[in-house]
Every structure is written in C-alpha cells, then in structure tokens.
C-alpha cells in the first residue's frame, strides 16, 4: 500500500532502506546532538560517493564510532584509525576517517560555545525550518547562502569535508530546510 504514495522523484522505489530513509527521517526536524552528529558525520562522508553508499553502511559507521557518541569519537586515537580501516565497514579513507575525528573535537568546542550542536547548526535558521517550493526534485537548491555561510564558519573553525553542497545536504537531510517535493506526502 505504501508504494502507491506520492514520493520525491530522486526517491529509488526498489530499495527499501532507500524508501525507509525518505519516508521516515529525511527532511523531519533533528533536534537531538548525538543525531544531528551522527547525520553530521555521514553527510560529510557521502562527498564524492551517493549517498545510498553511505546509508547502507550507516550500521558500520555506527560500530565503528562508538554509536557517534561525540566524547567517544573525540578520543579515538591513531590505534583506532587503523582498526576502522581494517574492519572494512566504512568507507576506506583515511582522510575521511580522520575528519570525523577531528570534527567530533570540534563539535565539543561548538557545544562548549553554543550550549549545544542544535542551538549552533538551527540557528542558522532561527530555529525553523525554511520550507521551499519545490515542484521537481532535480530543480531543487543544492547549496543556499546559509549553507555557504555555514560552511565558511565551519571551515574557519577547521572543519573537515564540510563543502556547501554538502552542508546544503545536512541541512536537508535534518529538517532545516524542507525540499520534499510540493506533491509529496512529506512535505
């Protein structure tokens, strides 16, 4: 019955974990740090691959960093690269790796900062969602002037793989903007 429901056309109606991800959390509004870290981590992750790649590998990452809880993460050593490298459930870049690492270190100083990872990334949106018309998905923004400013703080802050287009896909992918389709049941 679910398949007969109108969905954004980038949406691969024969991937069920595919589906899952558009009809259940894409574009819902995260609040929660260690989510928003999490999805934070993953879309930084995707640059250069699909994103498809890296959510069927979601519970890898997951195992792999310690469930994303960011005090873990922060505290991974070089020991730990390695070993993340050699169990082959991510992505095998060591770069990309790294970054996470890094970038969880960094995430506690936005905490420390902001209070917390949401009050930081929401704020950029005065804590509501910017909904956009969006009469087919494949003329859809795929960056905006808040994901470009986003990313140049993110990047004078010493963030890693935090491009616009893939801050822009955060930012989606979290609920601060809303791109579903006009005519899809999500939007």
């Not at 934070?40 to 590998?57: D, R």
């Not at 922060?74 to 990309?96: C, F, N, Q, T, Y």
Request: net charge neutral; glycine share 6%.
């Amino acid at each position: 019955m679910t398949q007969n429901l109108s969905r954004c056309g980038w949406v691969k109606l024969s991937d069920p974990t595919y589906v899952a991800y558009h009809d259940e959390e894409w574009g819902k509004p995260l609040h929660d740090d260690r989510a928003l870290f999490e999805l934070f981590c993953l879309e930084t992750q995707s640059a250069g691959l699909s994103w498809l790649t890296i959510l069927k590998k979601r519970d890898g990452y997951r195992n792999a960093f310690a469930s994303f809880v960011l005090e873990k993460v922060a505290h991974l050593s070089e020991m730990d690269v390695e070993r993340i490298l050699s169990e082959g459930e991510v992505i095998k870049s060591r770069p990309k790796i790294e970054a996470i690492i890094n970038n969880a270190k960094l995430c506690q100083t936005i905490i420390h900062e902001f209070g917390s990872l949401d009050a930081y990334f929401w704020g950029y949106v005065s804590g509501k969602t910017i909904i956009n018309d969006v009469p087919d998905y494949k003329t859809a923004a795929c960056t905006s002037p808040i994901s470009d400013a986003l990313t140049k703080d993110l990047k004078k802050r010493g963030f890693k793989f935090v491009g616009t287009t893939t801050i822009y896909a955060f930012m989606q992918a979290c609920g601060m903007v809303n791109d579903h389709e006009n005519s899809c049941r999500c939007k």
